[in-house]
């Protein structure tokens, strides 16, 4: 089992920026695809970022065209975690952010954190 939690959230103004946290315990998540997804009231969620391990050590990331330029995910696997910097924050990024974790091929996300509160105010 995994267990994720976030971290980060808040309000911040137009134009501004935030640093969302996603911890991982339970399982070293180093081989894991660790995504960032987000759910704004009355809409389905959506994935915004995700990185995945390739053999050969290497990280490939992927954003939705909606953050591209403006996000960026990373992780600290000395520290088991995965980060989402979030600049030049709009008013339509705001939204619950949740943290999902799955086994390298795996056909969907197995584990997801309980969501970090995103305002950003015009």
């Known amino acids: 089992q995994v267990q994720l939690v976030e971290s980060g959230g808040g309000l911040v103004q137009a134009g501004g920026s935030l640093r969302l946290s996603c911890a991982a315990s339970g399982r070293t998540v180093t081989t894991y695809t660790m995504g960032w997804f987000r759910q704004a009231p009355g809409k389905e969620r959506e994935s915004v970022a995700a990185?995945?391990?390739?053999?050969?050590?290497?990280?490939?990331?992927d954003y939705a065209d909606s953050v591209k330029g403006r996000f960026t995910i990373f992780r600290d696997n000395a520290k088991n975690a995965v980060y989402l910097q979030m600049n030049s924050l709009k008013p339509e990024d705001t939204a619950v952010y949740y943290c999902a974790a799955s086994l390298m091929g795996a056909p969907s996300y197995d584990y997801w954190g309980q969501g970090t509160q995103v305002t950003v105010s015009s």
């Open positions: 990185t995945r391990w390739s053999r050969g050590s290497t990280y490939y990331a």
